[in-house]
């Protein structure tokens, strides 16, 4: 995917709504990480204060974090998937219960995609068919 810009791409954090707030922070984070690490261009060049010293990149667009019911979650995945230019990135309480790496690519092995549940959800891409999944949802508060 090309270089973002602000005005024709969007980015948004769906985190289930049941999450205590440390498992809503930890969701966020998890997604953020994996965005950034998919969408080339997504975070921008590190920059100088004003005494010359370097701070790293951030995110080039706003990252509205909504709140939403698992099932719902699901759903704006499943009709993210079939939207050609948005990139998806879940994340499942499989994933969220795991502690190692190992641990999660061993059980998610076993789990069909229908038994999955979502506990947040990534996407980034054009405005409108992100704000068309999203533009109901309340933000995280």
């Given at each position: 995917?090309s270089?973002?810009?602000?005005?024709?791409?969007?980015?948004?954090?769906?985190?289930?709504?049941?999450?205590?707030?440390?498992?809503?922070?930890?969701?966020?984070?998890?997604?953020?990480?994996?965005?950034?690490?998919?969408?080339?261009?997504?975070?921008?060049?590190?920059?100088?204060?004003?005494?010359?010293?370097?701070?790293a990149?951030?995110?080039?667009?706003?990252?509205?974090?909504?709140?939403?019911?698992?099932?719902?979650?699901?759903?704006?995945?499943?009709?993210?998937?079939?939207?050609?230019?948005?990139?998806?990135?879940?994340?499942?309480?499989?994933?969220?219960?795991?502690?190692?790496?190992?641990?999660?690519?061993?059980?998610?092995?076993?789990?069909?995609?229908?038994?999955?549940?979502?506990?947040?959800?990534?996407?980034?891409?054009?405005?409108?068919?992100?704000?068309?999944?999203?533009?109901?949802?309340?933000?995280?508060?």
């Open positions: 995917m270089q973002p810009s602000t005005s024709a791409s969007k980015c948004v954090l769906l985190v289930a709504d049941h999450l205590s707030a440390g498992l809503a922070v930890n969701a966020a984070a998890v997604l953020s990480l994996s965005l950034g690490d998919r969408v080339e261009g997504l975070i921008g060049p590190e920059v100088k204060d004003a005494d010359g010293h370097a701070h990149g951030i995110t080039l667009l706003p990252v509205p974090v909504l709140r939403a019911g698992a099932e719902r979650i699901a759903r704006v995945a499943a009709r993210a998937a079939d939207e050609e230019d948005v990139v998806v990135v879940g994340f499942t309480d499989t994933a969220q219960g795991c502690r190692t790496y190992d641990e999660y690519t061993d059980r998610m092995g076993g789990i069909p995609t229908a038994d999955l549940t979502y506990v947040g959800l990534g996407l980034f891409g054009p405005r409108k068919p992100v704000n068309r999944l999203t533009g109901d949802l309340p933000l995280l508060r």
